[in-house]
């Protein structure tokens, strides 16, 4: 029997004599069997040694998630998802699957790290190579060295007051801290996926940035180096306090491998009095081959409650990854004067499937958002952006302004733009836009008499579409999204 | 330099050169002059190499190559310009981007090293000055709520950079008041060099006041009718096209 099977058979057994005997039992293995049910539930939170108030609501969520319908709503398509044929814990993959070296990895994957300018060691992180996320991955950064970035960063951060760790160790460290917030943003019942993950999330970041700090740096996911097997189950949880600053950096540019099919995230932001949180995201898991096999269903919610007056939460998402993407990041605006922004570049091609977009709700007085919103669509694809303003009757003169342009590559992919406009006060001011375009055959000819390629022109063209969102990035991100944006539509044209 | 042999060439499967046949000295500026309709624009799109532009017979050498042979941006690389009559707008990409990208892949092409951030906009701020364009012109996106004077001299600043040996002038003076014309000629008579040729298409004389050329030819319904001096031009103006005859007697 191999080994993997053996694990499987040991944990099943140990879990069935869990239910007849109560969970007591030592886990050595680190994979549970596949399937969905309460012992499993109790398996990971048992993993994980949390604490009794955690497993319940851990099976509340469990036992709700039971009680719901898959959504159908959004724009997209796919087979109907098998929860039981999924493992729901699997700690770091067993060194046996994966590749020995880089020559065992997708030629394809690496041209695309090669053109993304990734130095060879990061290259083999990526790609789950056996042995390499042994040393530390720090992206971005072949000029330092990362052991020493990621000590200094760490010894610079607890100065300051800040926690920043993994979420099962803050839930160790920090458990008054997780309980208070933990579920306050996004409910344990809030929608089928968000549900799912909060019975079974593994790991994810945490952040807490105490009164009136200033994060001295972009806080990043790469920074934590336990952080590259979080698993399909993510959960987030970053707490700004009165008058303080985080910027955070989630994904990354270079393609992941990664097996699971179905990534089910929770994010949840929290802002108080004069607090500031920008979020960035560049996603760009596995979009699935030229004909639409395979794929990254990316099934994320991702939410900030601006709960203090003059708070402010800015999101910012590049997506081109995914096979299908179902996403809304979203801001409560609950504080009298606070803010909330959106920008958002999504690029499909071939047979990817984007449904995004954002929700705003303004509660407060005097509460602004700004929605800014870049699709485009080349191949086959089809990119939505959905978007919910919703003004109640308390938010005296709340504002929000939304852009929503769609470019379209070639004549056999879709731009959809679905927006909602709920305003129930008379003082609220509403802007809606929105323009659908095609890259033109002049543009394309323009470039290429002045000596550039047609893809590059492309890339060129679309960069210059999506600028008022990739401005938004914090600057070393933003170039590698640039270059993503152009190798994202490679084959588009032509 | 370059060398247009019995060309023809359709459009939508209209033939509409019927025959082209012109020689081009290093240093030496041609005028292309003819009526509405002649194909003085389908010339200019296919020694640039546009798509939909299907060459049927003959042939162009430039500078000892095929010039037919070559995508639009080997065309660009190996030092084929078009000033277009409609400059483009590229809404979010700024000038020095764009030029940046162009100027790069040009000397990539010729095998010179790129020039890095500084080097370029030193270049580019020059270029910019000799040509009476401000800084502001040259960080705002391509094109993009510029006048008809100012998307023309944008078209010079990108031929003064990228340093052509053969440029195409496609009606550079469609659209400008007096002011912009001597504007634009002056860049233009500012970049003649006895390696750098230059074809001058246009309707009208006045152009030709300002860029003197060394031979004026009329095209007319698909080929050259006449060639001549700088004085062809203005017998032209005197007289009209008539003479040619129509697109029925073609």
């Given at each position: 029997?191999?080994?993997?099977?053996?694990?499987?058979?040991?944990?099943?057994?140990?879990?069935?004599?869990?239910?007849?005997?109560?969970?007591?039992?030592?886990?050595?293995?680190d994979?549970?069997?596949?399937?969905?049910?309460?012992?499993?539930?109790?398996?990971i939170s048992a993993k994980k040694g949390e604490p009794?108030?955690l497993?319940?609501?851990r099976?509340?969520?469990?036992?709700?998630?039971?009680?719901?319908?898959?959504?159908?709503?959004?724009?997209?398509?796919?087979?109907?998802?098998?929860?039981?044929?999924?493992?729901y814990y699997a700690a770091p993959k067993?060194?046996?699957?994966?590749?020995?070296?880089?020559?065992?990895?997708?030629?394809?994957?690496?041209?695309?790290?090669?053109?993304?300018?990734?130095?060879?060691?990061?290259?083999?992180i990526?790609?789950?190579?056996?042995?390499?996320g042994e040393?530390p991955a720090v992206a971005?950064?072949?000029?330092?060295?990362?052991?020493?970035?990621a000590t200094?960063f760490k010894?610079?951060l607890e100065?300051?007051?800040i926690i920043f760790c993994s979420i099962s160790e803050a839930i160790r460290e920090h458990p008054e801290l997780v309980r208070?917030y933990m579920g306050?943003?996004?409910?344990?019942?809030?929608?089928?996926?968000?549900?799912?993950n909060s019975?079974v999330f593994t790991d994810g970041s945490f952040v807490y940035i105490?009164?009136?700090?200033?994060c001295?740096?972009?806080l990043s996911t790469y920074f934590r180096i336990n952080a590259s097997n979080t698993g399909q189950f993510e959960r987030t949880l970053i707490i700004?306090?009165?008058?303080?600053?985080v910027?955070y950096l989630e994904g990354c540019?270079?393609?992941?491998?990664?097996?699971?099919?179905?990534h089910?995230a929770v994010v949840e932001l929290?802002?108080?009095?004069?607090?500031?949180?920008?979020y960035?995201?560049?996603?760009?898991?596995?979009?699935?081959?030229?004909?639409?096999?395979?794929?990254?269903?990316?099934?994320?919610?991702?939410?900030?409650?601006?709960?203090?007056?003059?708070?402010?939460?800015?999101?910012?998402?590049?997506?081109?990854?995914?096979?299908?993407?179902?996403?809304?990041?979203?801001?409560?605006?609950?504080?009298?004067?606070?803010?909330?922004?959106?920008?958002?570049?999504?690029?499909?091609?071939?047979?990817?499937?984007?449904?995004?977009?954002?929700?705003?709700?303004?509660?407060?007085?005097?509460?602004?958002?700004?929605?800014?919103?870049?699709?485009?669509?080349?191949?086959?694809?089809?990119?939505?952006?959905?978007?919910?303003?919703?003004?109640?009757?308390?938010?005296?003169?709340?504002?929000?302004?939304?852009?929503?342009?769609?470019?379209?590559?070639?004549?056999?992919?879709?731009?959809?733009?679905?927006?909602?406009?709920?305003?129930?006060?008379?003082?609220?001011?509403?802007?809606?836009?929105?323009?659908?375009?095609?890259?033109?055959?002049?543009?394309?000819?323009?470039?290429?008499?002045?000596?550039?390629?047609?893809?590059?022109?492309?890339?060129?063209?679309?960069?210059?579409?999506?600028?008022?969102?990739?401005?938004?990035?914090?600057?070393?991100?933003?170039?590698?999204?640039?270059?993503?944006?152009?190798?994202?539509?490679?084959?588009?044209?032509? | 330099?370059?060398?247009?042999?019995?060309?023809?060439?359709?459009?939508?499967?209209?033939?509409?050169?019927?025959?082209?046949?012109?020689?081009?000295?290093?240093?030496?500026?041609?005028?292309?002059?003819?009526?509405?309709?002649?194909?003085?624009?389908?010339?200019?799109?296919?020694?640039?190499?546009?798509?939909?532009?299907?060459?049927?017979?003959?042939?162009?050498?430039?500078?000892?190559?095929?010039?037919?042979?070559?995508?639009?941006?080997?065309?660009?690389?190996?030092?084929?310009?078009?000033?277009?009559?409609?400059?483009?707008?590229?809404?979010?990409?700024?000038?020095?981007?764009?030029?940046?990208?162009?100027?790069?892949?040009?000397?990539?092409?010729?095998?010179?090293?790129?020039?890095?951030?500084?080097?370029?906009?030193?270049?580019?701020?020059?270029?910019?000055?000799?040509?009476?364009?401000?800084?502001?012109?040259?960080?705002?996106?391509?094109?993009?709520?510029?006048?008809?004077?100012?998307?023309?001299?944008?078209?010079?600043?990108?031929?003064?950079?990228?340093?052509?040996?053969?440029?195409?002038?496609?009606?550079?003076?469609?659209?400008?008041?007096?002011?912009?014309?001597?504007?634009?000629?002056?860049?233009?008579?500012?970049?003649?060099?006895?390696?750098?040729?230059?074809?001058?298409?246009?309707?009208?004389?006045?152009?030709?006041?300002?860029?003197?050329?060394?031979?004026?030819?009329?095209?007319?319904?698909?080929?050259?009718?006449?060639?001549?001096?700088?004085?062809?031009?203005?017998?032209?103006?005197?007289?009209?096209?008539?003479?040619?005859?129509?697109?029925?007697?073609?």
């Open positions: 029997m191999a080994a993997t099977e053996q694990t499987v058979e040991q944990v099943r057994a140990v879990t069935e004599q869990k239910y007849k005997y109560g969970f007591t039992t030592e886990i050595e293995s994979l549970a069997p596949k399937g969905l049910n309460e012992d499993i539930v109790r398996f009794e108030w497993l319940e609501w099976l509340q969520a469990y036992r709700h998630w039971l009680t719901m319908e898959e959504p159908t709503w959004a724009m997209v398509d796919f087979p109907k998802i098998d929860y039981q044929d999924s493992h067993a060194a046996k699957d994966k590749p020995k070296s880089l020559d065992e990895v997708d030629p394809e994957l690496l041209a695309t790290y090669e053109k993304l300018g990734i130095p060879l060691k990061e290259q083999a990526l790609a789950g190579v056996e042995g390499a040393m971005v950064d072949a000029v330092f060295d990362s052991v020493s970035v200094t010894k610079k100065e300051k007051g208070k306050s943003v996004v409910p344990y019942s809030d929608n089928y996926y968000a549900t799912l019975a105490p009164k009136g700090v200033r001295p740096m972009e700004a306090d009165e008058g303080s600053y910027s540019t270079a393609p992941m491998r990664d097996e699971n099919q179905l089910a929290v802002a108080m009095d004069d607090a500031t949180i920008k960035s995201t560049v996603q760009n898991w596995y979009p699935g081959d030229e004909n639409g096999k395979g794929g990254i269903y990316n099934f994320v919610t991702k939410r900030g409650a601006c709960r203090g007056k003059n708070s402010k939460i800015s999101w910012t998402q590049v997506e081109t990854g995914s096979a299908i993407t179902w996403k809304y990041p979203s801001c409560i605006l609950q504080g009298d004067n606070s803010v909330g922004e959106f920008y958002s570049v999504a690029i499909t091609n071939n047979y990817q499937q984007a449904d995004t977009g954002t929700k705003m709700i303004h509660i407060g007085k005097n509460t602004r958002s700004t929605i800014v919103a870049k699709g485009i669509s080349a191949g086959k694809a089809q990119s939505t952006y959905r978007g919910l303003v919703r003004i109640l009757p308390k938010a005296e003169g709340a504002r929000n302004y939304t852009q929503c342009d769609s470019l379209l590559i070639g004549d056999k992919c879709g731009a959809h733009t679905v927006p909602y406009i709920e305003s129930r006060n008379r003082t609220a001011r509403v802007e809606h836009e929105a323009t659908t375009a095609k890259i033109s055959e002049d543009q394309l000819f323009y470039c290429r008499a002045r000596g550039l390629s047609e893809e590059d022109a492309v890339g060129l063209i679309v960069n210059g579409f999506c600028r008022e969102v990739l401005k938004e990035l914090p600057m070393e991100f933003a170039v590698e999204a640039q270059k993503l944006v152009a190798i994202s539509l490679e084959g588009s044209v032509g | 330099m370059l060398e247009i042999k019995n060309l023809h060439a359709t459009v939508d499967g209209k033939e509409i050169l019927k025959g082209i046949n012109l020689t081009i000295n290093p240093g030496e500026v041609h005028a292309i002059m003819g009526p509405n309709g002649s194909g003085k624009s389908t010339l200019s799109y296919v020694l640039s190499g546009r798509d939909g532009y299907e060459v049927t017979e003959g042939s162009v050498t430039f500078q000892g190559k095929d010039l037919l042979a070559m995508e639009a941006e080997e065309r660009a690389a190996e030092g084929v310009f078009l000033a277009f009559q409609y400059p483009v707008e590229i809404p979010g990409v700024s000038n020095t981007t764009f030029l940046k990208t162009a100027l790069n892949a040009v000397r990539k092409h010729k095998g010179l090293p790129e020039l890095d951030a500084m080097q370029f906009l030193k270049l580019i701020r020059a270029k910019a000055k000799a040509l009476n364009m401000n800084d502001d012109m040259i960080k705002r996106a391509v094109n993009v709520g510029f006048s008809g004077g100012e998307k023309k001299r944008n078209d010079i600043l990108q031929m003064a950079m990228l340093e052509p040996s053969f440029a195409i002038l496609d009606e550079t003076d469609s659209g400008l008041d007096i002011d912009a014309l001597k504007l634009v000629a002056d860049g233009v008579n500012s970049l003649r060099s006895p390696e750098r040729s230059m074809l001058v298409i246009t309707h009208y004389q006045r152009l030709l006041s300002y860029i003197v050329p060394d031979h004026v030819h009329v095209l007319a319904y698909g080929r050259i009718v006449r060639s001549g001096g700088k004085e062809l031009a203005l017998e032209l103006e005197a007289k009209g096209y008539a003479e040619f005859g129509s697109p029925e007697a073609a």
